[in-house]
């Protein structure tokens, strides 16, 4: 099992900045890849950013230059960040951290709403 609490998010004028965090527990050994993704009202849910173990990260093109996914390995713990900048009223979503493990699929936390005002 892991667990997964993302924060952070809110309101911001665009052109703002955030920084959306999201703690993961349990057994984040298990986990080959964590990535942020968001789901706007009347839209599908998409991939903003991702990062292996390894290091390598994954971009939407609709990011790029702007979002930074980075995280953190301290003892049994994972902290995955996602620092926004630029931001624009199409940034609107919820923002969802997600696991894959290679034993039992995703794993999802609940969501933290950013809102960028025009």
């Known amino acids: 099992q892991v667990q997964l609490v993302e924060s952070g998010g809110g309101l911001v004028q665009a052109g703002g900045s955030l920084r959306l965090s999201c703690a993961a527990s349990g057994n984040i050994f298990s986990i080959n890849f964590i990535d942020w993704y968001r789901q706007a009202p009347g839209k599908e849910r998409e991939l903003v950013a991702r990062t292996g173990s390894g290091g390598a990260t994954y971009y939407a093109d609709s990011v790029k230059g702007r979002f930074t996914i980075s995280r953190d390995n301290a003892k049994n713990t994972l902290s995955l960040y996602l620092q926004m900048n630029s931001l624009k009223p199409d940034d609107t979503a919820m923002y969802y951290c997600?696991?894959?493990?290679?034993?039992?699929?995703?794993?999802w936390g609940q969501g933290t709403q950013v809102t960028v005002s025009s």
């Open positions: 997600a696991a894959n493990t290679a034993s039992r699929g995703w794993y």
